[in-house]
């Protein structure tokens, strides 16, 4: 079945950091892709998306992710953290074949030390 | 735009009964989403309409839920009788039928049964 793999449940950077979230999906083709954050009491927010073409998308709050097909993963960065980027990130994944919905990973918990 | 809108923000309820979350998407999209997120079991979908049809409702738990999508601008998902194992946040999100397929999310409604 197709899944959406977040394998860090939590993390913790020092602020001004960099940062990296794993995310990788079993798909037989190359979905939709996505990644979400969502702050404390909050509804989900999009970071980014990436459909085809350049490999490297970038999004809003300065993060970018970079898709590989042969890894299968996409992977949220973002060179330098802020106190505020403290939440919780899901990646996601729409593929048509299994209908127009959006599967999610478990999500990772960061935590940002000052 | 205004966003999704999700009402009541917050729903306290006693055992057994009846709940109704309310959800406005967003004007123009297509598709609406109803997802229920807890801490063990993530965030899960319960159900999706497309142009107010409701095409795939196999994540609803049991028959004490419902959805419905009378137009294209409000949709109720009801829970009757209420059980302490529904307390969870329930979000509904929206998108276009084309495009880039980006889901919105409205702010959640914190159910809690006592």
């Known amino acids: 079945a197709q899944s959406v793999t977040q394998p860090d449940i939590h993390i913790t950077v020092s602020e001004g950091a960099s940062l990296e979230l794993r995310c990788n999906y079993s798909?037989?083709?190359?979905?939709?892709l996505f990644w979400y954050v969502q702050s404390p009491g909050q509804g989900l927010q999009l970071l980014l998306k990436?459909?085809?073409?350049?490999?490297l998308v970038q999004g809003i709050k300065g993060f970018e992710a970079e898709f590989k097909r042969s890894q299968s993963s996409f992977n949220l960065r973002k060179p330098s953290v802020h106190w505020s980027d403290a939440a919780e990130y899901f990646c996601?994944?729409?593929?048509?074949?299994?209908?127009?919905?959006?599967?999610f990973g478990a999500g990772t918990i960061l935590r940002v030390k000052s | 735009d205004a966003g999704v809108i999700q009402s009541p923000r917050h729903e306290v309820t006693e055992m057994g009964q009846e709940v109704t979350l309310r959800c406005k998407p967003i004007?123009?999209?297509?598709?609406l989403f109803w997802y229920r997120q807890t801490m063990m079991r993530g965030l899960e979908l319960l159900i999706y309409?497309?142009?107010?049809?409701?095409?795939?409702d196999s994540g609803m738990p049991e028959d004490r839920f419902s959805a419905k999508m009378p137009n294209a601008s409000f949709s109720t998902l009801k829970i009757q009788p209420s059980e302490p194992r529904d307390s969870a946040v329930y979000f509904c999100?929206?998108?276009?039928?084309?495009?880039?397929?980006?889901?919105?999310f409205g702010p959640g409604t914190r159910l809690t049964v006592t």
């Open positions: 999100a929206s998108r276009r039928a084309q495009g880039t397929y980006e889901q919105y």
């Open positions: 798909y037989g083709a190359t979905p939709y």
């Open positions: 990436y459909f085809s073409g350049d490999t």
């Open positions: 996601a994944v729409d593929h048509m074949e299994y209908g127009n919905k959006l599967v």
């Open positions: 004007s123009g999209h297509d598709y």
């Open positions: 309409f497309n142009n107010n049809v409701p095409i795939d």
